[in-house]
């Protein structure tokens, strides 16, 4: 079992930044893969980042290239998303996952609101 807590949701004006963690019970050396959701409101669940094994690829949603960086913490076992220049289309709960050993886990997520 592997466990996910997310933090750092909030209400941000557009244009400001956030930084999100997601803190794991397990090495994130470990997961062969970590990523990074969100869901708006009556919207499907997007994948917006994902860390691969070795933390030196990470892929990113076209919508947030350039204005979102995801990171890991191998020391404080936390995968990070640093997020920049938010839009109110950004607005949505943020869950973070992870894989390994062939089994998936997630958070229980955390609320990212941008308004004005």
């Known amino acids: 079992q592997v466990q996910l807590v997310e933090s750092g949701g909030g209400l941000v004006q557009p244009g400001g930044s956030l930084r999100l963690s997601c803190a794991s019970s397990?090495?994130?050396?470990?997961?062969?893969?970590m990523g990074w959701y969100r869901q708006a409101p009556g919207e499907q669940r997007e994948l917006v980042a994902t860390?691969?094994?070795?933390?030196?690829?990470?892929d990113y949603a076209d919508s947030v290239k350039g204005r979102f960086t995801a990171s890991r913490d191998t020391f404080n076992n936390t995968m990070y998303l640093e997020m920049k220049m938010l839009k109110p289309e950004d607005t949505g709960v943020y869950y973070c996952?992870?894989?390994?050993?062939?089994?998936?886990?997630w958070g229980q997520g955390t609320q990212v609101t941008v308004s004005s």
């Open positions: 860390i691969w094994t070795s933390g030196a690829m990470i």
């Open positions: 397990r090495s994130v050396s470990s997961m062969y893969r």
């Open positions: 996952d992870a894989n390994v050993l062939g089994s998936t886990y």
